[in-house]
């Protein structure tokens, strides 16, 4: 910023308002020029803008000529949501001197003329936000971001490929990694399978393990990466600290170990459902298997060369019945998400019987076939060309009857009910979250979704809201190998970019603590989850007070609420800027009845 700019700013005052039409999504439901003379004869307002795409280069140009023609030294702003158009306004007047934290953003698009048929009653909505918003402008204070070190390692939390992957990226570009995986191997469930249907990464179907394709990590390369150390039958006791530096203590065979990181990487994959959750499916009966079961009979029976048999008898079967959505997609015997992969993966196994077998009968019953991969349609017509039954409708249980299985069904498109004599069932179980990791969630104070898997923060929001951890692979939600991998290698660049550059500056929107009024109850110690508040004893006065720690803060309000001598509240949310806000709407809403 120019020495001429920093004189112009110390003499500002007053508040600049614009409005956005967003390119009359707003502008054809709310009456803005209504609002903006009404605005006008307010005295503390010295500017007045309408423009139809605020967040486009050509509006932030207009704003940035405006803040330097016009002298105001906070501004107020109606348009869209503040998330990620709000900071592409911020930042192009901070680029002209303006402290970011100056600046107070309403969305009247959602909020009001999306929302509000009645442009009336949209306009009248929308001003009353706009006078919230000037007389809260009035009340900011500027301030300066937090400087955050970065600590330059990395915990990946499970070694499956999407951890693998992660780990071989990370370490490639020269920083350590500390991987935890609970069981005595790498790989994960992607090590037992034997091919994918179709391979999606090269659009054939290949005839290797998925383990040796080329698009797979391999463990070898990990064990021999010497960035890479690897905690095998381990798992994570406890991360304290925050963004940038966070203390892990993981429970080994050999004992505690305990190292800092300033990255994290969870992907602790999915498990894959029980059916004997489902007792009229019989799973137990050795006819009766699961879709991961028949992959290592498959395998086996490959390897030998020689035909399936079923586990009861070694007999070869000549009915097999697929009964897909196992644990998915029926909220009262499982979960309510589809799996994604288990129409793809039943298809291929149903094939490679075919295959092996052309006279066997083999059956997929299902609700509807999805299949959200390229080629999917036509590997699911190759199938019926095949000789391969799709029997649509739900499957009401499997009986036994003496040594005999029967699968009784609907079939929706005949509208009749079968009864088909199965040599052998196959159970697609579907995918949950991995054991641990709700403890793991808020362990790291990730969210989880309504199907328990973790919820990451939109990639679309900048890399430091994310505060150093990301979430790859199903620990997500269900997902492919492919996707997984993808996830991993955005997850790791993520993460070397956020330690490549040292430090990175995030917004000070953290509690803080008024020493005077504190009376070092420790209430707010007590409350705060992000361990971010210590009560200790003043050395100049030697009277008990709360510190803060800023990085660890969320700047979640907890604290302000719990403190009985409102000694703590959060910047730019402070007391005298909300009741000025609310104050100032309740108003407007009152005069305008």
């Given at each position: 910023?120019?020495?001429?700019?920093?004189?112009?700013?110390?003499?500002?005052?007053?508040?600049?308002?614009?409005?956005?039409?967003?390119?009359?999504?707003?502008?054809?439901?709310?009456?803005?020029?209504?609002?903006?003379?009404?605005?006008?004869?307010?005295?503390?307002?010295?500017?007045?803008?309408?423009?139809?795409?605020?967040?486009?280069?050509?509006?932030?140009?207009?704003?940035?000529?405006?803040?330097?023609?016009?002298?105001?030294?906070?501004?107020?702003?109606?348009?869209?949501?503040?998330?990620?158009?709000?900071?592409?306004?911020?930042?192009?007047?901070?680029?002209?001197?303006?402290?970011?934290?100056?600046?107070?953003?309403?969305?009247?698009?959602?909020?009001?003329?999306?929302?509000?048929?009645?442009?009336?009653?949209?306009?009248?909505?929308?001003?009353?936000?706009?006078?919230?918003?000037?007389?809260?402008?009035?009340?900011?204070?500027?301030?300066?971001?937090?400087?955050?070190?970065?600590?330059?390692?990395?915990?990946?939390?499970?070694?499956?490929?999407?951890?693998?992957?992660?780990?071989?990226?990370?370490?490639?570009?020269?920083?350590?990694?500390?991987?935890?995986?609970?069981?005595?191997?790498?790989?994960?469930?992607?090590?037992?399978?034997?091919?994918?249907?179709?391979?999606?990464?090269?659009?054939?179907?290949?005839?290797?393990?998925?383990?040796?394709?080329?698009?797979?990590?391999?463990?070898?390369?990990?064990?021999?990466?010497?960035?890479?150390?690897?905690?095998?039958?381990?798992?994570?006791?406890?991360?304290?600290?925050?963004?940038?530096?966070?203390?892990v203590t993981v429970k080994t065979p050999k004992g505690p170990k305990e190292f800092d990181v300033g990255t994290v990487i969870v992907a602790t994959g999915s498990k894959t459902f029980d059916p004997k959750r489902i007792p009229e499916l019989r799973y137990g009966n050795p006819n009766v298997i699961t879709s991961v079961e028949l992959e290592q009979i498959l395998v086996g029976e490959r390897e030998k060369g020689g035909q399936l048999r079923r586990p009861s008898d070694g007999k070869v079967p000549k009915t097999i019945n697929f009964i897909q959505c196992v644990g998915s997609r029926d909220k009262t015997k499982g979960n309510l998400h589809c799996s994604l992969v288990c129409c793809t993966y039943a298809i291929g196994q149903a094939r490679e019987i075919k295959k092996i077998d052309p006279e066997a009968n083999v059956y997929i019953h299902y609700i509807d076939l999805r299949g959200p991969y390229r080629g999917f349609e036509e590997f699911y017509q190759a199938a019926k060309e095949e000789g391969i039954n799709f029997v649509r409708g739900r499957v009401s249980e499997v009986v036994e009857d003496k040594s005999k299985t029967f699968v009784r069904a609907s079939d929706t498109d005949s509208d009749t009910l079968l009864n088909i004599d199965s040599d052998l069932v196959v159970l697609a179980v579907g995918q949950e979250p991995a054991d641990g990791s709700e403890t793991l969630a808020k362990m790291l104070h990730i969210q989880t979704d309504v199907d328990k898997f973790m919820k990451d923060i939109n990639p679309m929001f900048p890399s430091e809201f994310r505060r150093g951890i990301y979430v790859a692979g199903t620990a997500q939600g269900p997902r492919g190998i492919r996707y997984s991998i993808e996830d991993a290698k955005a997850a790791a660049l993520s993460a070397i970019e956020l330690m490549k550059k040292g430090s990175i500056k995030f917004p000070r929107i953290v509690a803080f603590v008024d020493e005077q009024r504190c009376r070092g109850c420790g209430r707010c110690e007590k409350i705060c989850e992000y361990e971010a508040i210590t009560v200790a004893k003043d050395p100049k006065s030697g009277v008990l007070v709360s510190k803060i720690d800023e990085i660890r803060c969320e700047g979640c309000g907890a604290c302000a609420v719990a403190c009985c001598n409102k000694a703590i509240t959060v910047n730019n949310f402070r007391p005298e800027q909300v009741e000025a806000m609310v104050r100032a709407i309740s108003e407007e809403a009152e005069s305008s009845e």
């Open positions: 910023m120019s020495d001429e700019h920093k004189t112009k700013g110390a003499e500002r005052k007053g508040i600049g308002v614009y409005l956005c039409t967003c390119r009359d999504e707003i502008g054809r439901h709310v009456d803005l020029k209504a609002i903006a003379e009404e605005v006008k004869k307010d005295p503390r307002v010295v500017a007045v803008g309408i423009h139809d795409d605020l967040c486009s280069r050509e509006g932030q140009v207009y704003l940035q000529e405006d803040f330097r023609a016009k002298s105001y030294e906070r501004v107020a702003i109606a348009a869209c949501s503040a998330n990620i158009q709000g900071q592409i306004l911020s930042k192009s007047l901070e680029e002209e001197g303006l402290n970011k934290y100056m600046i107070e953003q309403v969305n009247i698009r959602e909020h009001c003329a999306w929302v509000h048929p009645d442009k009336k009653a949209a306009t009248k909505k929308a001003k009353a936000l706009l006078m919230g918003a000037i007389a809260r402008a009035e009340k900011l204070v500027p301030l300066d971001d937090i400087e955050i070190p970065i600590k330059a390692s990395t915990l990946v939390i499970g070694g499956g490929v999407t951890g693998m992957q992660a780990a071989l990226d990370i370490a490639a570009a020269g920083y350590k990694v500390h991987m935890v995986e609970r069981t005595g191997e790498l790989g994960g469930r992607t090590y037992k399978l034997s091919m994918t249907f179709p391979t999606h990464n090269c659009g054939i179907c290949c005839i290797q393990y998925c383990r040796e394709c080329v698009f797979t990590p391999k463990i070898e390369d990990v064990l021999q990466t010497k960035n890479i150390e690897v905690m095998l039958d381990s798992e994570v006791a406890d991360i304290a600290g925050g963004f940038g530096s966070r203390h």
